[in-house]
Nanobody, 126 residues
């Protein structure tokens, strides 16, 4: 069982940066692939970025590629999402998720992730 707590969201202007953090409980954080997803009002939850259990492989949605970077610190049981050059269309609730996985490349599918945080709101004004 993994409990996830996101933080770092807020209200910023377009072009600003934010870094989201997701702290995980448990001593087996290293064995989980971690993902970031987001959900805007009236829309389905969508994939943002994910990192493999080793940290050696990452995947990122085309809509944020070049602006968002995922990373993890297994010593701190934390995964991060660095978000630069934010746009109003990035406004959403951002969720982190964990999948116990042996995949070399992490999944982008919400259904593959077993544990989810409560989300953190990111609002980007124009």
């Amino acid at each position: 069982q993994v409990q996830l707590v996101e933080s770092g969201g807020g209200l910023v202007q377009a072009g600003a940066s934010l870094r989201l953090s997701c702290a995980a409980s448990g001593r087996t954080f290293w064995s989980y692939a971690m993902g970031w997803f987001r959900q805007a009002p009236g829309k389905e939850r969508e994939f943002v970025s994910a990192i493999s259990r080793s940290g050696g492989n990452t995947i990122t949605a085309d809509s944020v590629k070049g602006r968002f970077t995922i990373s993890r610190d297994d010593a701190k049981n934390t995964v991060y999402l660095q978000m630069n050059s934010l746009k109003p269309e990035d406004t959403a609730v951002y969720y982190c998720a964990a999948e116990f996985s042996l995949r070399a490349v992490p999944s982008s599918r919400t259904t593959d992730y077993e544990f989810w945080g409560q989300g953190t709101q990111v609002t980007v004004s124009s």
